[in-house]
């Protein structure tokens, strides 16, 4: 096994662990998900373009719902680039989606908006509905932000991402209980 691999995989299980033992399972499960998305998909680049399938808005709600709206943001606007700077230290730079490494991005913006919104939404209305406003949510603000910021027209896979993020929140609303 490559020496990349092996401590990719040995942060994995100390990120599970470590948030296992001294946040909760809820935390394991938030951390999982993000570091499927953050460090792993990384080496998929396009996976999200072309199928709209990504791995941060339901970690993101989740830690908003069980965490509050505050933690959420914060984690989102300063550990989301934590992780990405991670994967570009694996990567080469200009494979690592062209952002400067531990500089919050438009799309950690986004991310930690949507995970503060389902911190205070839940305080209003069930855990069901906070989640699915707060994907409908970031599938209006995402392609505003694209468009806006990195010039890309919207594209049809926001349906298939936010019906995806639907099915995925739903599995996953056990946590909430965790």
């Known amino acids: 096994m490559h020496v990349t691999a092996i401590a990719v995989v040995v942060a994995f299980i100390i990120g599970i ?5 001294f946040i909760g399972a809820a935390a394991a499960v938030i951390f999982t998900l993000i570091f499927l998305e953050k460090v792993l998909a990384g080496f998929f680049d396009g996976i999200n373009n072309e199928l709209g399938i990504e791995f941060i808005t339901v970690p993101m709600i989740l830690a908003g719902i069980v965490y509050g709206p505050m933690t959420a943001f914060l984690f989102g606007f300063f550990g989301l680039p934590f992780l990405e700077a991670i994967r570009w ?3 080469t730079p200009a494979l690592s989606g062209g952002w400067p490494p531990l500089i919050p991005s438009p799309d950690v913006a986004v991310d930690a908006i949507v995970g503060a919104a389902a911190g205070i939404l839940v305080l ?3 855990v069901e509905w906070a989640g699915i406003i707060c994907i409908i949510m970031k599938g209006i603000i995402a392609p505003i932000k694209d468009s806006l910021v990195y010039g890309i027209p919207p594209r049809p896979t926001i349906v298939i991402n936010v019906m995806f993020n639907i099915i995925i929140f739903e599995l996953l609303i056990f946590v909430v209980k965790l």
């Open 89 to 91: 230290m694996i990567k």
């Open 17 to 21: 662990f470590v948030s296992w033992v």
């Open 124 to 126: 209003l209305i069930p």
